[in-house]
T-cell receptor, first 114, second 113 residues
Framework: SQTIHQWPATLVQPVGSPLSLECTVE??????LYWYRQAAGRGLQLLFY??????ISSEVPQNLSASRPQDRQFILSSKKLLLSDSGFYLC?????????????FGPGTRLTVL | AQSVTQLGSHVSVSEGALVLLRCNYS??????LFWYVQYPNQGLQLLLK??????LVKGINGFEAEFKKSETSFHLTKPSAHMSDAAEYFC???????????FGKGTMLLVSP
């Protein structure tokens, strides 16, 4: 069966510090991978998605970036965090070749920027 | 552009009462429709989905939803609410050839004893 992991679970960082959140998927190959953010009262916002190694699509211009160094690894980064980067970050995957895009979510990372 | 509207950011019901969460989508092509549930500080969990075939879809925890093409709706229902149903619910839509889901803003379900 497939599983998705995110770490860390919680993170408190000062403004201006760097960020690296990691997501890995097990039990599948060539998945589509997604990063979402939930800020208070703002619903679910798609940040990046990737359909293959090195292929990243950005949905929202911001100071965040994403990379996919391996097939089942997706990393969300920032060089300098802003207060507005606080939120709950969710990684998700969908199966290769699935036409309906059913997505499976990780447990999330709670980021607080102070 | 595809969009999803969830009517009501908060819905309150009493334990044992009917749960009805509304979802409407905009589309000119056949959609794939999903309902997800999120408990506090957790990821989203798939409740049910409609892709093709039967328009009444049954999911986990006693929930079901009906795809109504003429109304462009996919409302979520449960005959009798439990305290454990208190959570946030998200409706989402996708289409063949697309790589992403479009989510509604979510509805928080509150269940009182």
């Amino acid at each position: 069966s497939q599983t998705i992991h995110q770490w860390p679970a919680t993170l408190v960082q000062p403004v201006g510090s760097p960020l690296s959140l990691e997501c890995t998927v097990e039990g599948t190959s060539n998945p589509n991978l997604y990063w979402y953010r939930q800020a208070a009262g703002r619903g679910l916002q798609l940040l990046f998605y990737s359909v293959g190694i090195g292929q990243i699509s950005s949905e929202v211009p911001q100071n965040l970036s994403a990379s996919r160094p391996q097939d089942r690894q997706f990393i969300l980064s920032s060089k300098k965090l802003l207060l507005s980067d606080s939120g709950f970050y969710l990684c998700a995957w969908s199966g290769p070749g699935r036409p309906n895009n059913e997505q499976f979510f990780g447990p999330g990372t709670r980021l607080t920027v102070l | 552009a595809q969009s999803v509207t969830q009517l009501g950011s908060h819905v309150s019901v009493s334990e044992g009462a009917l749960v009805l969460l509304r979802c409407n989508y905009s589309s000119s092509v056949p959609p794939y429709l999903f309902w997800y549930v999120q408990y506090p500080n957790q990821g989203l969990q798939l409740l049910l989905k409609y892709t093709t075939g039967a328009t009444l879809v049954k999911g986990i925890n006693g929930f079901e939803a009906e795809f109504k093409k003429s109304e462009t709706s996919f409302h979520l229902t449960k005959p009798s609410a439990h305290m454990s149903d208190a959570a946030e619910y998200f409706c989402a839509v996708s289409y063949s050839g697309y790589s992403t889901l479009t989510f509604g803003k979510g509805t928080m379900l509150l269940v009182s004893p």
